[in-house]
């Protein structure tokens, strides 16, 4: 830890004040100011965290923005995490593993004063990471879940798919099934755990295929990482009816929170967890990775539910 220069009159920003921030399209709806910046009033941190617009063909100039306005640090969302890789001069082993950053480090050359100092002029290097696949292993811990040697049965290989899979994997789950509506992007998904994390206990099935219902049946976990129940709060991404009451059910969505899947298989008796916990862990660890201070998780946990009026 490191002394922080605090404002003692919080809310009036000065030109010490530090800017972190978020680049997405669209970014209105993002509930990240509202955790970084609940913490940084009740903190005494004198930071600021703002939402960007950033369209896709401006990302490369928002990126070298970054260090042209002094900024501390940012983080990435849709549809950024990916096609932020080459603008970026080192990637965390487990970012490049993933093929995805959602929070940029910057990380200035020579002495801590420096980094600290408003006026800072050094050299910096832009660092990526990922807190997606962190913060959700974190947000099992908190509820003393582990992956080893789970079965685990995982729907979606979009952008959070990935981070899930991997962090499955190097967790040491015991067999992954991945299933996803293109089951093309399924397909590559386990060729890539199969490949760089040489993991090869993982299949793909497609959502009709028959054997579906046997593995749900029989899985440890289910987690629901596609956007199926977020906008259209009917839709159901498999059939609940093959549900064990064993099976822990974990869908990433945050908003609504309780999709339908959570709710029918709270019905069953299932153990169920939304993505609330997992928004606040990967928060959390973006604020400790830019301010080397251990972060409030539930006073983030806190400001997120204010913001999403649970
Ligand atoms: P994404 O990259 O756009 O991927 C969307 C995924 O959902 C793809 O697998 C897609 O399948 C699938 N999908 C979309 N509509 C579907 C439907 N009607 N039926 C079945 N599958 C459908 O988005 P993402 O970033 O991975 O996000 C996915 C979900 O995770 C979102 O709800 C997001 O809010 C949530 N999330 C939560 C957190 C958290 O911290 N809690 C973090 C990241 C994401 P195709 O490949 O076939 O299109």
Excluded at 136 to 153: D, P, Y
Excluded at 173 to 185: D, F
Aim: hydrophobic letters at 40%.
């Amino acid at each position: 830890m490191f002394p922080l220069q605090v404002n003692k009159k919080m809310g009036i920003i000065t030109g010490r004040t530090k800017i972190v921030g978020v680049f997405g399209y669209p970014i209105a709806h993002s509930l990240s100011p509202h955790m970084h910046n609940a913490v940084f009033k009740e903190l005494n941190l004198d930071f600021i965290y703002l939402a960007f617009e950033v369209k896709p063909e401006n990302l490369s100039s928002a990126i070298k923005s970054i260090s042209a306005l002094n900024m501390y640090g940012i983080n990435l969302t849709i549809p950024h995490k990916e096609a932020c890789l080459p603008y970026l001069d080192e990637i965390t082993k487990e970012a490049k593993l993933i093929g995805a950053v959602n929070t940029i480090e910057v990380r200035h050359l020579g002495s801590r004063a420096v980094h600290l100092s408003s006026q800072s002029s050094g050299q910096v290097r832009l660092i990526g990471h990922n807190t997606d696949a962190l913060g959700f292993i974190r947000s099992l811990k908190e509820s003393k879940i582990s992956i080893k040697g789970k079965k685990i049965l995982l729907l979606g290989a979009g952008g959070a798919g990935k981070s899930i899979s991997f962090a499955l994997a190097l967790n040491n789950a015991n067999e992954i099934y991945i299933v996803n509506r293109t089951l093309e992007k399924a397909k590559i998904l386990a060729e890539n755990l199969k490949k760089k994390l040489n993991f090869k206990r993982v299949s793909v099935i497609s959502f009709e295929h028959t054997s579906l219902k046997n593995i749900m049946k029989t899985t440890d976990i289910i987690i629901n990482a596609t956007s199926a129940g977020m906008k259209n709060q009917d839709s159901v991404p498999v059939p609940v009816d093959y549900l064990n009451k064993k099976t822990i059910v974990y869908d990433l969505i945050y908003n609504p929170a309780t999709t339908k899947l959570l709710k029918l298989a709270n019905e069953k008796g299932c153990r169920t967890f939304n993505g609330e916990s997992m928004l606040v862990h990967q928060g959390a660890i973006a604020f400790e990775i830019w301010t080397k201070l251990k972060a409030p998780v539930n006073l983030m946990r806190k400001a997120l539910r204010k913001a999403l009026n649970v």
